[in-house]
């Protein structure tokens, strides 16, 4: 079977290589549709909840950026204020009406494991004393992008954003309703990549790392399904070997709304 379909897909996904802080990378927009004009809240979320936060990165290692009609805005990202929402936060004024990308960005980390926890750098960071102890080194960098207010008229739903890992959507979500497939394309460093699709939505589960959707397909294309309305979010993760025996790992979302 090239593609299934589940219910609840319960994925715990930290393991020695891949230290606790690798939460998934989220974004929300307050209005979620909004116009010209409207002042809009951008949330910068670190999770394994898909409805809420767990902890906010810092705010140096984290970027985020505006696109729309060919312009593209750097977007200045703060703590959040309200110290219960464990997130980070930004602003800004819609320029325009119509299709938008936001782009999250959250910068590589580099952990090591060792027999008392984890350790930030590599061996060459550490020191010879703590670099005889390290069983395993990972490097993770995080990317999303959500796309607001998709327009039937509007084709640039499928230019890729240029980051290193990322989801294009091959068919436009506009007007995507309930029960509708969508094609998409997991792209890394250029070059479509055959891995293992996850969606979700942001109401199906408050269960840790919980889908409503996978697929194993073989084809480069392939299908996600779309079983309920709100903000879905498409994400696969690919690692890769650095020198130094370096585990990198890479992990990218793409978001909208279905209505």
Known sequence: MRCRFVFVLALLLLSLTVPAQAHEWLLKAAPSA???????????????????????????????????NGQTVNLEIRENPDKDALDLMAEFVMPADGTAWIAGHRLAQTWSVTPDGYVPGTKADVGPEKAAQIISTSKTEKFVKLLLNPSPNDETFAKPLGHLFEIIPLDNPAGLKVGGEIRVKAVYDGKPLVTPIYATYTDFSGEMMTFAFYTESTEAEPKVKFSAPGLWLIRARHTVKLPGDVDYNTMAILMFEVK
């Open 34 to 68: 909004p116009k010209k004009g409207d002042k809009v809240k951008i949330e910068l979320m670190a999770t394994h909840y898909f409805n809420r936060s767990e902890e906010a990165e810092a705010v140096q290692d984290a970027a985020a950026q505006l696109i729309q």
